[in-house]
Structure formats: C-alpha cells, structure tokens
C-alpha cells in the first residue's frame, strides 16, 4: 500500500522563476493539504483541496496556488519566485470531507532558491 | 488566532534518560492535539494524539494528556533510546477543518 508519494525530492530555482510541485495521495485518500517548513520550524499549512477545489486557505499570497485532478493527485504551483520560498514542502492526504481523520505525510519536496 | 508554543531545544539526553517537551497552546475551545516526530531526511510521523480533555495519548512508550486546564499536552518518556533522535512537532486541530497549527519544533539528541 503507497504511502504519500511527492516528487520532485529536491528542486533548485532562481529568483522570478516558477516551480510546480506534485503529490499523489494515500490510496484510498481524497483529500490533500500543502505544508511550507521553513528550516528550523513548524511547518505551516498552504491550502487544502477536496473534489478538485480549494477549500481552505491559509495564509499565503496567490503566488501560491493548486489543483486537483480526478484521480486525487494533487500539484503546487508557485509563481515569481523569492528568496524566502527556500522551504520543505509537504504534503499531507486524508480521506473525506469531515475532520478529525488522520493525516499521511509525504516525505517532502526541498525546495532552493538561489 | 490558534497557536501552539513548544519548549526550545535543542535538547540533549543519555540513553535511558526521562524525557519531558513541553507543549502548550492558544485556542478558543479544545481541539484535538498531536505530537509528530521527524527523522532527518523524512516527512512527519504521527507519534500520538488525544481528542478531548484528560485523554492520554501514547505510543512506542511516549505519553502525553490533555490537560485543558493548563491547555498543555507534554511528551514525556521514561526512557529514551538512540533512535528516538528527531524533531518533535506539537500540533492541534479543529475537528471541523483538517489543517494542523504546528509548534516550532524540538530537537532532541540522545547520545549512547
């Protein structure tokens, strides 16, 4: 049974540039949610999609935006890339649309800007 | 908003030492809580959680409860090995969302 697979594991990007991120679910999971880690500290939520939209939003600006395709799969995209995207993005799978179910972590995509 | 506040590390132990991280949390009500642990190289790992208030979470020989009381959820092991090396991130959740609030993280070390 996969777990939460993420690809690619390691990313280098310069300054302006735009990356795409990708994430294939739990089997079984519908659900999927991004994280950023900056190094050094928790990771912070990004945005949540279930039944290919977003629907919960975290506090990050609309350079940051997604998608969700009908087999769950899921994709980051962050546009004009700065200094301060350097990060380990996660993401995390979960099945329904009602919390309290648990959540699978990817091992991540570490993400460099140069 | 939410927060989660997590004891600083890093924290640097013997093998079968007692072990303490302390969490502690903002919130208007009482969300579920959950520790993760993080190896080097690797995403997160639900190490334990507790729903409600008094709940005691446990798993590979961590503990930790819910005292709303204090709004505390401290990792505590009485022994601690080599491999429990890692970052240990204190998180909580709304039971109607499914987006964690993650603490800082602690580092801890044990050395042999």
């Known amino acids: 049974d996969a777990g939460v697979t993420q690809s690619p594991t390691h990313l280098i990007k310069t300054r302006g540039q735009q990356v795409t991120l990708r994430c294939s679910p739990k089997s079984g999971h519908d659900t999927v949610s991004w994280y950023q880690q900056a190094l050094g500290q928790g990771p912070q939520f990004i945005f949540q999609?279930?039944?290919?939209?977003?629907?919960q939003r975290g506090n990050f600006p609309d350079r940051f935006s997604g998608h969700q395709f009908p087999n769950y799969s899921s994709e980051l995209n962050v546009n004009a890339l700065l200094l301060g995207d350097s990060a380990l993005y996660l993401c995390?799978?979960?099945?329904?649309?009602?919390?309290?179910?648990?959540?699978?972590f990817g091992d991540g995509t570490r993400l460099s800007i140069l | 908003g939410d927060s989660v506040t997590q004891m600083e590390g890093p924290v640097t132990l013997s093998e079968e030492a007692f072990l303490t991280i302390n969490c502690t949390y903002t919130a208007t009500g009482y969300p579920s809580l959950f520790w993760y642990v993080q190896y080097p190289g690797e995403g997160l790992q639900l190490l334990l959680k507790?729903?409600?208030?008094?709940d005691k979470g446990s798993n590979k020989g961590f503990e930790a409860t819910y005292r709303k009381e204090t709004t505390s959820f401290h990792l505590e092991k009485g022994s601690v090995q080599v491999s429990d090396s890692a970052v240990y991130f204190c998180?909580?959740?709304?039971?109607?969302?499914?987006?964690?609030?993650f603490g800082p993280g602690t580092r801890l070390s044990v050395l042999p």
């Open positions: 995390a799978s979960s099945l329904g649309g009602q919390g309290g179910q648990p959540q699978h």
């Open positions: 507790a729903t409600k208030a008094d």
């Open positions: 998180a909580l959740r709304w039971n109607y969302g499914q987006n964690f609030v």
């Open positions: 999609y279930y039944e290919e939209e977003e629907r």
